[in-house]
């Protein structure tokens, strides 16, 4: 078993910053594809992005391409979300989430992700 604690969110205003952070329990999490979701009031949990276990390769949703970044650190196991330029429409709570993936960088579903975080609230005003 392996968890995730997420922090870093907050309340900033539009065209600000800020930077998740996302730890996970176990010594290593190599060989897992990691993932943020988000999922705003009244609203599914939508994918927002994803890193290979080597973070060698990374994928965006459209709406967050050019503003996000995400990145790991697996000698601590930690993966990041770095958010700029940020926007009213991107308030939401933020989880991560891992998948199982030594090759290739996994897919966009949700519910092929086994692992999750608490989530962390990220918040942007106008």
């Known amino acids: 078993q392996v968890h995730f604690v997420e922090s870093g969110g907050g309340l900033v205003q539009a065209g600000g910053s800020l930077r998740l952070s996302c730890a996970a329990s176990?010594?290593?999490?190599?060989?897992?594809?990691m993932a943020w979701f988000r999922q705003a009031p009244g609203k599914e949990r939508e994918f927002v992005g994803k890193?290979?276990?080597?973070?060698?390769?990374?994928y965006y949703t459209d709406s967050v391409k050019g503003r996000f970044t995400i990145s790991r650190d697996n000698a601590k196991t930690t993966v990041y979300l770095q958010m700029n330029s940020l926007q009213p429409e991107d308030t939401a709570v933020y989880y991560c989430?891992?998948?199982?993936?030594?090759?290739?960088?996994?897919?966009?579903?949700?519910?092929?992700?086994?692992?999750w975080g608490q989530g962390t609230q990220v918040t942007v005003s106008s």
């Open positions: 890193i290979n276990w080597s973070g060698s390769s990374t």
């Open positions: 176990r010594r290593t999490f190599n060989g897992y594809t």
């Open positions: 989430a891992a998948q199982s993936m030594p090759y290739g960088l996994g897919t966009d579903n949700r519910r092929d992700y086994g692992y």
